[in-house]
């Protein structure tokens, strides 16, 4: 009888490379992140400026950090208002007004356009697969323009995820160059993100300076917790018994860029350094997929080498059907940023411009995003 | 400069099937499981026995029931003493005999023969990929003899881990012939482990029978809330708190098997259905994984529709370099157990042995692992 | 030498009822909480009419719930701008026309009062204790006017904290009149909340019904997991390896009410009755205070049996020094509610004022706190 | 009606300091704690030298530390067999000989008597209180001797829990005294076990010498992140997304003693300093509970500046109505022990017995308990 059952040929199946759960057209959402000095009115004043040019605003939440006075505020709102180019460049006009009048540094998202990452990952894997996967679920909202490793180990991965591979071997002869090869690449590809996923190169202050804000890394401890090489050989020797890890942005102090996201879980005694590296790499994904997901969502506002993150609702991602793709999206206009200089680094973020001249001298303004 | 980097060609990568951080030449390890009425002596009568035969006690954990005066013993051994067939053929004979006089039932596991799962998929493949990553790292101590799958989706998953794919849909009609042919695979193969990676088919009493305590599956509840069908809405209708996600052995009442392993994580008022499910996946993969490396560590014993899950250390594991493999290993001896009846379903785990005649009627046995 | 150290005589030192930690003058703070059907620029006028009485919003949070098209908004300003009694009675009734004008309805509270708590026990003193002792170390804003008990273990811990005691017995035969009396005593007393702190007793639905949403329950298990009796004896025998505890608002149907916390332990299989039950005491400590808390801050919203629960900072909570207490607080006006109606219950939280005729009849209003 | 009621006159009740939920006679048992070089028979060889005195294992468990190849063995016995001072005299020469010979060291507890703990306390009652009340729920198998104070603060928690109080003040000039009355206190009255709940004073390196492993600590932070004064500023300035606290044992190193328990909280952007002091409360209580329960219950070996932690069950232990207290229990037979020298610190754990010749030279003999 068991035999009766016709084994079927295995029907081709290509590998997904877009999300595996996109269904539908879904609502275009931007998002204005906003951070000034707290003073009385400043929250309505900014939907007020929306509200003028016709944008309806979703959804905002803010936060007001005592301490330095600074308020965070975060607006998602319908895209279907700011259809062409002109209504953007009149919208972000008013706003760099406002930015100078008030001092409020602000940066702008137009989700028509996704975000595109770039994974630099070395002989671990846990972390890549970790990352194609959600993206594969629609989980990140962005495109992955590129894997980069230092090893040739991760070529049939991305050639599984369809994504482009570049092989990148590194010497101490070859360090500069290789780097070099590197920013080429993510800036020749329009790279918005540069994820490491367990890379384990160290880069140079140059590289990190190039990409403020932009680069995420996970460090496998509970910083600050071992910092350095080997942290769990560190977290063994020190007999904890929990062990955790950390994603954050990559600045020119090692370890020490703001944290995005800590996760930590218990061990104990009979649990080798095998032991901690297994459950550890449970810890490094979460923490990582975290960051690169809320990076994606703009929720993360680095500030003074900490981060808000904004909680709200996740308006038309991935997982939801957020459009992206299509025509007519917003691509830079990278020369009329900031008062314009066109010295500025071409990989800087399109959508984030500063109010570049803070009028009120009195206020060290802390930097939103990029400095 | 950046020109001066030669973007190398990428060598041919081959996916790996076996794991990739085994290194070396393993300890062999055996592993005896013994479940027994608690008396006085019966710790050390066990590892007497081992003595006697020459067997080295590497590591032995053992849990006394209370309510049920019932002994639960775990005892890891050097395999190096037990090379011989007929050494392993005398020391069972001796357990079998022990078995008669003390009600004890047990089961033994030689650790040169890896054990052979196979993994039945529907459409979600984040737990298929989970395990099939975990078992790359070394993770998890087995072979994956094949995936079945009642869509074709998952054929360049498992090209791409260079696992056997078959494709069986299920339509009404097809239903029976469908588990038929499942069966029939899973026997030919020697499979001892069948691994429900949501598989949304809910399998027939008989099967179930067929493979008792020998079929895990990850349900996306924290049983005993939410049984049935769509438990993440049920639960963001209830507007719990805390989702969660349970793994268990899977007998005849759906969702009512013994629980391997629970994991709960925060919701809130802002999760919508789909947040939740992606919440859940993560916990999802964790209670499967823990659950299907407990088992193929030997570290699970059903009882009273509950489990023992010993802890203890992680012996000539996969990460560690456990051995397996190499010639000469036991292969089965089917015949020869349990007082041999030829009657035995075929897939019986082959290392199991139980106790067949009880001899003190008072004591009503529990079983072991099988029945 | 040692001998050389005088041991001090014990100065007299009283049992503290007011917040240890409370210190200097705190800002005045007011919450208002209100509920609509979700409709565009609603978010704005309810700012806008705090606005024109010249109230500074401190911070604004809002969750805008998708499925039912609802507005949830929580405003917290500050009241030194609204010092007279008038006022306040001119702002509230600005809202109330807001109110009626569209289907909106609102919960208002001014800070410079503290809310009253009776808290209620048999004979399990642990979530007691730790009500106590939060509120002892500033954690909870509110004064504890009562404690009640069938039993009259908890006297000396009264004594202790400073707090009023009533032991009133339980029967079948007196059932009906304690509950009466405890009415009575929490009526009388200007009870804002009723904390059911492991109390064993069954409230009637009158009672019930009486206190809308300001009865705080802690039930013993993960709900909707182990609804009933001995639910730690229940998880026990389904062998979960996880053990949990809720905290709801009471509602006529036992353990159905809206959840306001969760939380969850590991267990294993050694652990007997006995060890869920304490690990399950911290769960309970844990999720009831919580609940506590955050009722305390108007944070909560009950809605369509679930809740929305408002993170946002906490503005001159107890640990800060908030102030409450003082002359000239804003004492019920309770005859000025609501239209007017004399009838309404005296318990009925006094600043919570419902707009009563809601125009749009196409809208099936949800309540908001007192229905 | 509810005037039929008659509230009770409350009856007068005591405050109780034995457990509440003690009930019934309890088995005794006794423990015994093994450190030793691995190898081969070594555990059996332990349970053959109690089988040999007529003494029953109930429960055994050891963990074999492959780096150090050090066992570690946990027994569990019946006392019932050790009725006679003379049969536990007996047991232990044979355990001395057994030392000897294997270069074993070796630690007793008979549990027919309770240990004694001292509680140091500076301002802050949260761990104060928790531990009261948990060894009023009976979750600690302990008497508490006394508690000791640099502050009048706690002298009515102390009166309302029946604990003598001792208030010590510090002053720059008063140090040294202060330290050395709390000696005379704590060794006078047989304290086995010295616990800081929250004592902000640093012990003298002769002070913590005196005890060692026998002064628990609780610190508020996760070790070894923001070692030092004031760890939940520092966390907040680092901008952390989670926080901790750890017990340890106390050593001459400040903060560096080996960690027993660890516990971590998340926390976010919005989380002010007194909000991680709130978060990290519950923290430190669950961290100090626990390691002053496992402690009581011998299930903590200290070695190489880490703890192993024995899991087992908690047999007769408090909350299920451990004997303890009752006639003829051995007190301490100091000056029998240990081959006799009576230069040994009086403090010294009475049932703590050191193999004091180590044989075999080649074996630097780690030290188990006492060094």
């Keep these: ?7 079927r040929a295995i029907p081709p199946v290509v590998s997904r490379t877009r999300s595996a759960t996109m269904s539908g057209v879904a609502p275009r959402v931007g998002t204005l992140v906003v ?18 040019h016709g944008v309806t605003v979703l959804d905002s939440a803010h936060y007001s950090d005592a301490p330095s006075r600074t308020l965070f505020q975060r607006l998602q709102f319908d895209l279907s208002g700011l259809a062409g180019l002109s209504d953007r460049v009149t919208l972000e006009r008013s706003l760099r007004e406002l930015g100078e009048r008030c001092a409020l540094q602000w940066r702008m998202w137009y989700g028509d356009r996704k975000r595109r990452i770039a994974i630099l990952v070395s002989k671990q894997e846990h972390c890549l697969y970790d990352l194609l996967i959600r993206h594969r679920a629609g989980e990140l909202d962005c495109e992955i323009a590129m894997l ?7 070529a049939p991965i991305a050639r599984h995820f369809g994504v482009p591979f570049h092989y990148l071997p590194v010497t101490v002869e070859l360090r500069a160059s290789q780097e070099a090869a590197v920013r080429e690449l993510i800036d020749r590809a329009g790279v918005d993100l540069v994820v490491l996923a367990r890379y384990m190169q160290i880069l140079s ?9 932009r680069i995420i890394n996970v460090h496998h401890s509970f910083l600050p917790a071992f910092i350095g090489a080997n942290p769990y050989r560190q977290a063994h020797e020190r007999g904890v018994k929990m ?11 090692l370890d020490q860029g703001p944290i995005i996201e800590q996760a930590t879980v218990r061990c104990e005694h009979r649990d080798a ?14 923490v990582l997929a975290a960051a690169v997901r809320w990076h994606l969502e703009d929720r993360v506002v680095a500030y003074d080498n900490k981060t808000v993150v ?62």
């Design 1 to 7: 009888m068991s035999g009766a059952y016709p084994v």
């Design 205 to 213: 202050p140059a590289f990190v300076a190039a990409y403020p804000h």
């Design 148 to 154: 980069i490793s230092n090893h040739p180990d991760a």
């Design 35 to 52: 951070q000034a000095p707290h003073e009385k009115g400043i929250v309505s004043t900014v939907q007020q400026v929306l509200a003028r």
């Design 310 to 371: 904004f909680a709200g609702p996740r308006r038309g991602a991935g997982g939801r059907g957020r459009g992206g793709g299509g025509g007519g999206h917003l691509r830079c206009r990278r020369g009329s940023q900031g008062g314009g200089g066109g010295q500025r680094n071409p990989f800087d973020d399109s959508s984030v411009l500063i109010a570049a001249r803070v009028v009120r001298k009195s206020h060290v303004a802390p930097t939103l995003g990029v400095s």
């Design 273 to 286: 350094v095998d032991d901690l590296v297994r459950k550890g790499r449970e810890l490094e994904k979460h």
């Design 243 to 253: 062990i955790g890890a950390t994603s954050h942005y990559v600045t020119a102090e």
